[in-house]
């Protein structure tokens, strides 16, 4: 991966690019937040904010989500899009922002 593709990348948008490459532990994704707040007092459901039917993983978000599927199929045609997270870095954020995956004004 070249770094010099995130240099002019806010900090927000390298942190969460950081975080999905190293299998999507970042509070955006439902899976990870019920993962962190398993043994606390809130409850925390893992399914998929925008289709309800599976876990909402990295590899859900990034390959299998039917809600996304025109989103996905717009960025990534055939290609394997968690690739796009170390190799098309704006593909990627231009998926990201598409999917509604981050707060408005992040990513």
């Given at each position: ?64 989500c039917l809600v996304l599927e025109d989103a996905l ?28 995956f981050t707060e408005a004004g992040r990513v």
């Open positions: 991966m070249d770094r010099d593709q995130e240099k002019h990348f806010t900090p927000s948008q390298r942190t969460l690019l950081s975080r999905l490459r190293t299998g999507g532990h970042t509070p955006e994704l439902a899976w990870y937040r019920k993962r962190v707040t398993r043994n606390q007092d809130q409850f925390e459901t893992a399914t998929c904010q925008r289709c309800g039917q599976a876990e909402e993983t990295l590899v859900h978000l990034m390959t299998e199929s717009h960025h990534f045609d055939e290609d394997d899009p968690i690739t796009f997270l170390f190799n098309e870095l704006e593909v990627a954020l231009s998926y990201l922002r598409d999917a509604s």
